[in-house]
C-alpha cells in the first residue's frame, strides 16, 4: 500500500493550484494589503479579470460601475476581491465529477462554496479572521479531487462498506486506501506553500481538536463543511454521515441551538450568491 506522499507523486491528473491562489492566499494576514499587490496577481489573466470586473459591476456590490481591475478592487474592497478570486480560481478543479464520491458536476464546488459562505458568517459573529476562514472552507476538500480517482473503481465497495459498517467516509477511506482525504489535502497544501493555519485547517477540518496549533480555523472547517451538508450540497452518498465534534463547537465559541440560525442565514446569502455567480443551487 502507498505511503501519502508516494501516493500523492504518483497522481497524474490533478489540475495544479493556479499559481495567482497560491500568491493571493500569501495575502491573507497581511494588514496592510495594498491594492496593485492584488491587481499584479490577477491582472495577467483576461478572463479572470473580466469576470471579477462583471462581478463587481453587479447588483450584488452596487454602486457606480467600474471599468478597471484597480477601481473595482478599490470599491469592492481587498478581502472581498480576494475571496472572489480564490473562490472563482478553484472552479477549474472542484467542477469535474467526482465519480469515487459520488459527487455530480459542479456539486463540489457548490458544497465548497457553501461551507465557505457559512464559515464567513461563522467568523463575522465570532471577530474571526474573514478571509482565512473563507479560504479554508473553500479548499476543505480539495483532497477528494486527489483521492477520486482512486476510489472510482472501488465506488461499489465504498458504497456497499458505508451502508454496512455505518462508517464516515473518512473511515472507509483509511481502511480502503491507508490515508483519508483531509490528510491529502493538507498534504497538498503544504507541497504548494500554503500557510501553516490553512494546511492545518484542511487537514483537521474532521477533527479540530487534533490540531497542534490552529484548531479554531480547523473548527471552522469543520462547521461549514458539515452545515453544507446539512444544507444539502455535494456530499454525495454521504450527506448526513458525520462523527460528532463537541470541540468544534467549544472552539469557535457557538452551540448546537444556534447551528439552524446561521443555515437559514446562509441559504438567503446564497440566493445572492447564486446571481452573482451564475450557477444553480439547489438543482
Request: glycine share 8%.
Amino acid at each position: 500500500m502507498l505511503t501519502l506522499d508516494g501516493f500523492i507523486d504518483s497522481i497524474d491528473y490533478l489540475p495544479p493550484m493556479p499559481s495567482n491562489v497560491t500568491s493571493l492566499v500569501k495575502l491573507l494576514n497581511q494588514p496592510d494589503l495594498d491594492v496593485d499587490q492584488i491587481v499584479q496577481l490577477i491582472q495577467y489573466d483576461p478572463a479572470l479579470t473580466a469576470q471579477v470586473i462583471r462581478l463587481c459591476n453587479s447588483a450584488y456590490f452596487g454602486g457606480a460601475p467600474a471599468d478597471n481591475l484597480h477601481e473595482a478592487t478599490v470599491r469592492v474592497g481587498y478581502y472581498e476581491i480576494l475571496q472572489l478570486v480564490i473562490a472563482l480560481s478553484t472552479a477549474t478543479m472542484m467542477r469535474p465529477q467526482q465519480k469515487g464520491y459520488g459527487i455530480e458536476v459542479g456539486e463540489l464546488w457548490k458544497h465548497s462554496v457553501t461551507a465557505a459562505l457559512v464559515g464567513k458568517l461563522l467568523a463575522n459573529d465570532r471577530g474571526g479572521d474573514e478571509s482565512l476562514v473563507f479560504t479554508a472552507c473553500m479548499l476543505h476538500d480539495i483532497g477528494k479531487v486527489a483521492l477520486s480517482r482512486s476510489l472510482e473503481c472501488k465506488y461499489d465497495e465504498v458504497v456497499a462498506e458505508t451502508k454496512r459498517s455505518q462508517s464516515p467516509m473518512l473511515v472507509v477511506e483509511q481502511k480502503l486506501l491507508g490515508f483519508d482525504h483531509a490528510e491529502v489535502g493538507g498534504r497538498l497544501l503544504e507541497r504548494w506553500n500554503f500557510p501553516v493555519e490553512l494546511v492545518q485547517g484542511v487537514r483537521f477540518h474532521h477533527n479540530p481538536g487534533a490540531a497542534p496549533e490552529h484548531g479554531v480555523i480547523a473548527a471552522y472547517a469543520y462547521m461549514g463543511n458539515m452545515l453544507a451538508c446539512f444544507m444539502g450540497f455535494g456530499c454525495g452518498h454521504q450527506a448526513l454521515a458525520f462523527q460528532g465534534r463537541a470541540e468544534a463547537l467549544e472552539l469557535i465559541g457557538t452551540t448546537p441551538e444556534e447551528l439552524p440560525n446561521y443555515m437559514a442565514k446562509a441559504f438567503f446569502t446564497l440566493k445572492d450568491t447564486e446571481a452573482l455567480l451564475s450557477f444553480p443551487f439547489g438543482k
